[in-house]
């Protein structure tokens, strides 16, 4: 049994003739925050689907607690439940309200009992402060509150890691900062996160290692305090520099 | 004899019309339901065996008129399949076949009109393809299909007076037949356009009672 | 009698026979369907009171009306009242009073999906209400209308089969008069099915022609196909 949770192994995915993935490797241990910037489709979000198998890798191996999660087959249902996943535009399902999106997972995956399963659901509310829009339907939700909501629906799984694909991409500033002091919550509390995200600012203070990506492959990695403030890499350094123009 | 108390003598008559219309009407919407809604699940998540024969029944079912569906099955098909079914049986089964061609096509753009994270979301959560569709797909595509669903009744509706081509003894054939008994021409056939529209009428009121029930903030469910 | 002999001695030129009807029908109809849905339409949007309250009465009874029905009160039920009219012409008739119902729905929701500001413009530039109505706003709303005005056209190759039963020997008629007579039921009946299979493929593909011809950017109806 190793010390890692996840372990990315050479991972390749070809869209036709376009390279989205040159081979990626990385581990991530329990309760680590892995903060991935770079410059827009350099394959960040691919990376995020490969490893819950949404997008089928072409090439190499995923692994969480030495299980390996490629090329499972029909297993992967099991897999998926023990990784979340938090969109850029939520994709709450818009025929249930709040506290039902959250619920149904374990319902129907878990087969939990559906007392069992509200509680639990109103739980995971709490915790994002959303359990005073609970009997509201999506389309009644601001974007950070149905951020929220797609946080706590992730959380009702007891996931393992979080995949967080651009949360806050949709969002405007005043939003983002509600989606991402949930996000900085949750990292205290010992959860094992891979965010996608351009937020600098997030990466800066809660990241425990940051990944610097381009073209498909990694450039550069380390703790957040060396590649922002230090990058060595010229083209992590010129990233850098461009965003914190802004 | 004036047309009140033709309604009034070949009342019961004319209710036994109505029921047989009726009858008509919601068994073809029934098999309509049944069979289209697994052939629109097929067009868009079934493989290329499955989804030619369906794109197949679709096209012939909406090419042909129905008068020529009616004939079609009720002396050839069924009779050559040693299938010996009553008028109303016939009438009831081929309008509900081609309802199903119809109906598919609404649930198919249902179906395609969610928005691809809906499924992708349900995988993430460790549901399987199947279980998505029935639980996040399904209960969306078929609220969202309900305004084109209300249009499929009227029509329905409409042609099962063409029944009457193969003897079914719904509301136009019993009209007829008064035509016949009484030499009543014109105000009969009124009457009888009155009850259809009248039948078009309230059946139209059940439905936006449904959208109503079923309506969900968000879901423009609007008949339209 | 083998298949072979039964179609193409008899079948096919009784066919034939059959589809120049049912083409007349169809063609006879169409112009008259669209241009009577427009005035309803243009009745029902910009017409007073009474006027719009007619037109609106006017689509309720031929929608909810079964064409059948109809057709029967044309050729049985007007001579009571001194009208006799030809099969043909009772058909052709009743064809244009419910095709033009449909079509008026198609054309009024074009028209109501126009925004408000287009006639405004119009009006802004001086030009009349009816002016603007014949050159800014149905321009506009026939392109939208399109897809549901020829979906109507397909409905009406097929229902003009109806004609028969007022004794009108199109291609549906045709079919059954030969099956009957030889007794030869699935035969003639899939025959003439392609038939109308093969006259809704093709104006499905001419409407789709037609679409992209008279396309205007940004200017499209939903194709409902």
């Known amino acids: 049994m190793s010390d890692y949770i996840l372990r990315v192994v050479d991972l390749h995915k070809n869209f036709g003739e376009r390279e989205i993935l040159h081979g990626i490797s990385f581990n991530v241990k329990k309760g680590e925050t892995i903060v991935f910037i770079g410059p827009s489709g350099t394959g960040k979000s691919t990376l995020l689907r490969c490893i819950n198998q949404l997008t089928v890798p072409d090439r190499g191996h995923v692994y969480i607690d030495d299980d390996e999660i490629t090329g499972c087959g029909h297993r992967i249902s099991e897999y998926r439940q023990r990784i979340g996943m938090v969109f850029q535009n939520f994709n709450l399902f818009d025929h249930l309200t709040a506290v039902q999106n959250v619920e149904i997972a374990p319902i129907k995956v878990r087969k939990m009992d559906k007392t069992l399963a509200r509680d639990k659901a109103m739980e995971e509310l709490r915790r994002v402060g959303m359990e005073d829009w609970a009997d509201h339907y999506p389309s009644e939700l601001s974007g950070g509150q149905a951020q929220r909501v797609s946080i706590a629906r992730s959380l009702a799984m007891d996931p393992e890691v979080i995949l967080f694909d651009e949360p806050t991409s949709a969002l405007d500033p005043e939003l983002t900062r509600e989606v991402l002091e949930v996000m900085k919550d949750l990292a205290k509390s010992g959860m094992t996160m891979l965010v996608v995200t351009h937020e600098m600012g997030f990466a800066r203070s809660v990241a425990t290692e940051v990944v610097f990506m381009e073209g498909g492959q990694i450039v550069e990695q380390g703790p957040p305090s060396e590649i922002m403030k230090n990058p060595k890499h010229p083209r992590t350094r010129e990233f850098i520099g461009k965003i914190s123009e802004h | 004899m004036d047309i009140i108390s033709i309604l009034i003598a070949w009342g019961p008559y004319l209710l036994g019309g109505i029921a047989v219309t009726l009858g008509l009407v919601l068994s073809a919407l029934a098999i309509g339901f049944v069979l289209g809604l697994p052939i629109a699940l097929i067009q868009v998540y079934g493989n290329r065996m499955l989804r030619a024969p369906a794109a197949v029944y679709v096209w012939f079912f909406r090419g042909l008129p129905i008068l020529v569906l009616l004939f079609l099955f009720y002396f050839g098909i069924f009779p050559v399949m040693g299938l010996d079914f009553p008028p109303f049986v016939v009438g009831a089964v081929v309008l509900g076949l081609r309802g199903a061609a119809y109906q598919s096509q609404i649930f198919r753009g249902a179906i395609q009109s969610i928005a691809e994270g809906q499924m992708t979301a349900a995988l993430s959560l460790g549901m399987t393809r199947w279980m998505a569709i029935r639980t996040i797909i399904l209960p969306q595509a078929l609220r969202i299909s309900l305004p084109g669903w209300s249009n499929e009744y009227p029509e329905i509706l409409t042609d099962s007076a063409v029944c009457y081509a193969i003897g079914v003894m719904e509301l136009l054939t019993r009209t007829s037949q008064i035509v016949s008994q009484t030499y009543v021409t014109l105000p009969v056939y009124m009457a009888c356009a009155g009850i259809f529209i009248l039948l078009n009428y309230a059946g139209m009121q059940v439905i936006l009672r449904a959208e109503e029930k079923f309506a969900i903030p968000g879901f423009g469910i609007q008949s339209g | ?225």
């Open chain 3, 1 to 225: 009698m083998d298949p072979v002999t039964f179609l193409t001695q008899f079948l096919m030129p009784a066919l034939w026979q059959g589809l120049i009807v049912t083409l007349e029908l169809v063609l006879l109809t169409a112009p008259f369907g669209l241009v009577l849905g427009i005035g309803i339409a243009l009745g029902r949007q910009y017409g007073g009171p009474a006027l719009s309250t007619a037109c609106a009465g006017y689509v309720v009874f031929f929608k909810g009306c079964p064409l059948l029905l109809l057709l029967f009160m044309l050729y049985f039920g007007l001579p009571t009242v001194g009208i006799t009219l030809p099969a043909f012409t009772a058909s052709v008739l009743g064809f244009i009073l419910c095709n033009a119902a449909y079509n008026s729905e198609y054309v009024r929701g074009a028209i109501k999906s126009i925004k408000d500001g287009q006639m405004t413009a119009a009006q802004a530039l001086g030009m009349t209400k009816v002016q603007a109505i014949e050159t800014i706003i149905l321009p506009q709303a026939l392109r939208r209308a399109i897809p549901g005005l020829s979906n109507e056209f397909i409905y009406l190759i097929k229902y003009s089969s109806l004609a028969y039963m007022i004794t009108v020997v199109e291609l549906s008629g045709a079919a059954k008069l030969v099956a009957t007579k030889y007794f030869m039921f699935n035969e003639a009946f899939l025959a003439v099915g392609v038939v109308y299979l093969v006259l809704v493929t093709l104006t499905t593909y001419g409407v789709h022609l037609l679409e992209k011809r008279v396309a205007v950017p940004g200017l499209t109806g939903k194709s409902r196909a």
